[in-house]
């Protein structure tokens, strides 16, 4: 379970965070998981309450956003959310697994999804 050592890296940052801010509470950290990150954000939640109980940063909330698969197309210059999993195994749009939308050319190039980054903190 990796979920809990990434957890694990993310309160390290907070209490890195709010060390330079002192007498400040850290209320709530938000993170970017990636379709593709290979991070499943429900442990990842139950890890992180779980490091978090009883510490001296409860009761800090954890936001997971959810960043989907996108993919762009070289020759009309469209980013587009993909459909989830692997070309191999996602429906075609058009027939072709990962075609652009637009303009319907077959071959287009990985644009993102595999992000796990912290968004924000909100400080009290």
Not at 50 to 73: A, K
Not at 93 to 118: K, V
Request: charged share 25%; proline share 8%.
């Amino acid at each position: 379970m990796h979920e809990l050592s990434i957890a694990s890296a993310i309160l390290d940052a907070v209490r890195s965070e709010a060390e330079k801010r002192p007498g400040a509470h850290v209320a709530k950290v938000a993170v970017r998981v990636g379709a593709l990150s290979g991070v499943e954000p429900e442990a990842l939640s139950f890890g992180f309450e779980c490091l978090v109980r009883g510490t001296d940063l409860e009761p800090l909330e954890l936001v997971i956003e959810p960043v989907p698969r996108r993919q762009r197309c070289p020759d009309c210059d469209l980013t587009f959310e993909a459909p989830d999993g692997d070309a191999r195994h996602v429906p075609a749009i058009g027939g072709i697994p990962l075609a652009c939308p637009r303009c319907g050319r077959a071959e287009t190039q990985f644009a993102g999804g595999d992000e796990l980054e912290m968004a924000y903190l909100e400080v009290d």
